[in-house]
């Protein structure tokens, strides 16, 4: 089964932007609704962005003109840009596929906090 792995979370005050990437090996990769999902202490993961196969995108309305999600089907890679960030955007985020077939992977953190 595929293990996506997720990376390019950190730390960062109110305001700042992440760039996080998840790459995912094995085939059909261009063909899979992907998403991007996190889940906050004490919280259920969330779906928060998502992307089709032919590019089409959506997002939870709290990260609505803040996140852009996108795709490189060249690379088996999914991305979400995080811009305006808010403590409540922390969590770890994960990527799957829509109907999550993949397994989950480690995640990676972000941290927005003064």
């Known amino acids: 089964q595929v293990q996506p792995v997720e990376s390019g979370g950190g730390s960062v005050q109110p305001g700042g932007s992440l760039r996080l990437s998840c790459a995912a090996a094995?085939?059909?990769?261009?063909?899979?609704?992907m998403g991007w999902y996190r889940q906050a202490p004490g919280n259920q993961r969330e779906l928060v962005a998502s992307?089709?196969?032919?590019?089409?995108?959506n997002y939870v309305d709290s990260v609505k003109g803040r996140f852009t999600i996108s795709r490189d089907n060249a690379k088996n890679t999914v991305y979400l840009q995080m811009n305006s960030l808010k403590p409540e955007d922390t969590a770890v985020y994960h990527c799957?596929?829509?109907?999550?077939?993949?397994?989950w992977g480690q995640g990676t953190q972000v941290t927005v906090s003064s």
């Open positions: 992307i089709g196969s032919g590019g089409s995108t």
């Open positions: 799957n596929t829509l109907i999550k077939d993949y397994s």
């Open positions: 094995g085939r059909y990769f261009s063909l899979k609704a």
